[in-house]
């Protein structure tokens, strides 16, 4: 049975679109963070300033996200998209002309304020134009953008920060937003499922409803994966380096590890699509985020098992893991957002970049806190417990789903 609340898409450009907005936002996360050592020597600020200037943006678009979270369903999704991005592409503008600490922090708060207007609409918007059975194929390929910015877009903006000037990859960053925003306004269309008229009355959703379990039961399962991902992430680049534990890497096996990984990772987003339509085939009895998140919890502990004696054990434990992380996560959203009306589907894009950001800190304080007071085998151990506990929570969500059916 199809989607009421979808059309079929006219064009073959709106996962480029899409894929290129998403972009965008990971490239707040992470470009930024990457150019800190050129922005510090251009403008000398300490190391403080660097780290109240980059925490900035994640406490501003964590406050602006719950604030945005009912308001952004009742406009537009393309409206709200085009707006959003021509926004950020002005800021990104603006920074690259800032002169001082001061208004760096300014821009950068700017920029927390106005982020969610693309990063709720990009996978709602999915939801709201594709059939049920391409969303996940649909998110996968756009989804793929954050492992993109990883792999390219960090190397080439750092490349252009020591050429030229860091300034430079700002403008840089500004006029790919730009041209996001023209194609958004030329090319996408204007989902039926999310028309302002249709939301006025309010989104009416809410996730920690009784009736809503099934949601409830997938956003904590978001945050424990979440939390025991980055348990492990927040301590591997400084365990790979250290000479404990058995010696430590290069730079450059260092930089290999995470090239391969993230190759990997952008597989895992494009095959998404395809993995949970094979796992379907075989059983309609499990979630297929259960079965990647046992996976995921696996390699978790092989990472410090396999430990440092030969550089080819931690591609076979990291590059697996993030590659079957990658196909959960893009599974996890489609079956966050898909399920709800599309009038309340950015509210859900937005608590769920809550939950994200907060199993990203508590993640890493648990990572960290292991690692210098215990052993990276307890991170490891911690990490897959964590992420097994997520399974459990996919499996309470599927216990609810079938009571509702």
């Given at each position: ?299 978790c502990l092989l990472v ?26 893009v599974l996890l959203m ?72």
């Amino acid at each position: 049975m199809s989607d009421p609340n979808t059309a079929p898409a006219p064009n073959r450009m709106i996962p480029l679109v899409l894929f290129s907005a998403f972009m965008v936002m990971q490239a707040n996360f992470l470009v930024l963070p990457s150019l800190a050592i050129f922005i510090s020597d251009d403008l000398a600020l300490s190391n403080a300033q660097i780290s109240s200037f980059l925490a900035t943006f994640s406490i501003v678009v964590l406050l602006s996200n719950l604030g945005w979270s009912r308001v952004l369903d009742r406009f537009n999704r393309k409206s709200v998209l085009f707006t959003g991005s021509v926004l950020v592409a002005a800021i990104f503008f603006l920074t690259a002309f800032m002169s001082n600490y001061e208004g760096l922090l300014f821009a950068r708060v700017l920029m927390g304020l106005v982020m969610p207007m693309i990063g709720a609409s990009v996978l709602p918007f999915i939801a709201d134009i594709y059939a049920p059975q391409e969303r996940p194929k649909i998110m996968g390929y756009v989804m793929s953008a954050s492992y993109m910015v990883s792999l390219a877009v960090i190397p080439l903006v750092i490349m252009a920060s020591e050429l030229t000037s860091w300034r430079f990859a700002a403008i840089g960053i500004a006029a790919f937003t730009a041209g996001v925003a023209a194609f958004a306004y030329f090319i996408l269309p204007r989902p039926e499922g999310a028309k302002p008229k249709a939301a006025k009355a309010g989104p009416g959703f809410n996730a920690f409803a009784p009736e809503n379990r099934d949601t409830l039961s997938r956003l904590i399962g978001k945050f424990l994966q979440t939390a025991g991902i980055f348990t492990l992430f927040a301590v591997y680049p400084t365990w790979l380096a250290s000479d404990a534990s058995g010696g430590s890497f290069s730079s450059a096996t260092m930089a290999l590890i995470f090239f391969v990984a993230g190759g990997c990772g952008f597989l895992g987003s494009i095959a998404s699509g395809r993995a949970n339509a094979q796992v379907q085939k075989i059983t309609d009895r499990l979630d297929p985020l259960m079965i990647l998140s046992v996976i995921c919890a696996l390699f978790c502990l092989l990472v410090p098992i396999f430990g440092k004696s030969a550089v080819v054990l931690q591609h076979l434990s990291y590059a697996p893991m993030i590659f079957f992380q990658s196909i959960a996560v893009v599974l996890l959203m489609n079956t966050l957002i898909s399920p709800v009306p599309a009038t309340a589907r950015g509210y859900i894009n937005a608590m769920s970049n809550i939950v994200f950001q907060a199993g990203i800190a508590f993640g890493s304080f648990v990572g960290f806190l292991l690692h210098d007071h215990v052993s990276m085998l307890a991170v490891g151990l911690v990490a897959g417990v964590l992420i097994a506990a997520s399974a459990l929570s996919f499996f309470s969500s599927g216990r609810a789903r079938e009571e509702t059916a």
